[in-house]
């Protein structure tokens, strides 16, 4: 084989450090950005905050960043045991869902502050209630060996006599005795503490309901011992097994709906995660346009007292100094490139669903990133990362910018629907039907086909799964 040299011109992308840290920037949550912008303000001594507020949200002494978006901040209107769950009887779940504890705290006095339940765990609260109780050293023991044995549902799933053998032998505690304190325990507070199963957590609960109370009896039967034949809504059989009609039964049933299958569960001591909208999205002179949030923007410059001394100093005497005055700038600089190329998506994104700010989901059209990308003349990768994680705050309610995207199914008229659209039609004909006789999938099929969308019954099951919507037999309801 002949070796011969040859001479070749060719292109090609290298990613700069700059570069690199423009496309991580994009990509990460707003959370994110202030966490990088804190390490950065940590290690970079070129760099600070801003003291003022002024209109222009960065700038760099040294660079001449600035930036164009300079909309006033957000008004604040802006600102805004047992495995079974109750979606398995077919009761929405927010009918489970207990109220929550209002209680006042005084602030005018604040060397005696209140202690509220809703600060305390579910054990702490357990204890406090036996230490103010009436029980003696040893049965003040024991249960307090149950209360920690409970779950973040408030539910005693142990084995009993599992418990006495894992038990010290000179403790001297028998079955008996932990038998008699859990009966203590589920009469300290609130009612269903300590059950060990979903039906005797109901059923403690309807006990310490007023006796006078219509149906309690019924419904105590009902959910002792037939809360299987209810999850599975044969009504026909509970009315022969329970002997009464179709107005008790569905008094009994109501009743049920009323409690709380989880009286641990308010007790929990889990933060929400909050969300910072990166566009707020408003309605000036019947257009929908989008506004970078001030208050998700970190406020940066360049320290002008070092730099200053940089510029005094021999290059070859500052050598680090140097670098970091770069690092400063390309912070700056892909900050500004980040919330530009942030807003101009979200402004492509509002243009194209107009009809969903002013209709909600039904008005959703079918979107794609390729779409966007085209029209901004960015590459697809680009759209998805200045989407993802990416939030915008509505009249509607704050939604994450891949929300808009879906694809479509073709209608007879040859447009498109969107998926969203269909899954909102799919709930408006869930909610309008008669309980007593719920909407079948085909059903379903049938009507959006006679409104000119033409769905497959799969499809309509898989979107009313998606929607967390029970099936039919589920639904149906005496």
Known sequence: MKHTLQLRTSQQLTLTPQLQQAIRLLQLSTQDVQQEVARMLDENPMLELADDY???????????????????????????????????????????????????V??????????????????????????????????????????????????????????????????EITLDDLE?????????????????NLGECLVLQLKALPEDTPQR??????????????????????????????????????LIVGLNPKPGAEFDRSVADYVVPDVIVEKHKNKWRARLNVEAMPKLRVNSMYANILQQRDNGNASQLSVQLQEAKWLIKNLQQRFETILRVAQAIVERQEKFFEHG???????????????????????????????????????EFK????????????????SAAIRELIRQLVSAENTRKPLTDSRMSEILAQQGIVVARRTIAKYREALHILPVNLRKSL
Request: glycine share 8%; charged share 25%; with cysteine.
């Open 403 to 418: 929300h808009f995207f879906g694809s479509g199914l073709a209608t007879e008229s040859g447009g498109t629907c969107s």
């Open 361 to 399: 989901e039904i008005g959703m059209r079918p979107l794609v990133l390729r779409e966007i990308a085209d029209e901004l003349e960015l590459h697809e990768s680009t759209i998805s990362r200045g989407t993802t994680q990416k939030f915008m705050l509505t009249p509607r309610g704050i939604y």
């Open 54 to 104: 002024a209109p222009a949200i960065f700038t760099g002494e040294a660079s001449n960043v600035q930036t164009a978006e300079t909309a006033p901040a957000p008004s604040s209107d802006d600102r805004g045991s047992d495995d079974r769950t109750p979606d398995d009887f077919g009761i929405e779940a927010a009918d489970w869902e207990s109220r929550d504890r209002a209680r006042s």
């Open 217 to 254: 009896e019924l419904a105590i039967r009902l959910a002792g011992s037939h809360l299987d034949t209810l999850a599975a809504h044969d009504f026909n059989k509970l009315k022969k097994l329970l002997h009464c009609t179709d107005v008790e039964l569905r008094a009994a049933q109501h």
């Open 106 to 171: 005084d602030d005018e006095d604040e060397s005696y502050p209140e202690h509220s339940a809703g600060q305390l765990s579910l054990r702490e609260h357990l204890h406090e209630q036996l230490a103010a109780g009436a029980l003696d050293g040893r049965d003040r023991i024991i249960v307090g060996l149950l209360i920690e044995a409970l779950d973040e549902n408030g539910y005693f799933a142990q084995d009993l006599a599992e418990l006495v053998e894992l038990l010290p032998t000179e403790l």
């Open 180 to 196: 008699t304190a859990l009966v203590q325990l589920q009469h300290l507070d609130l009612p269903g503490l300590g059950a060990r």
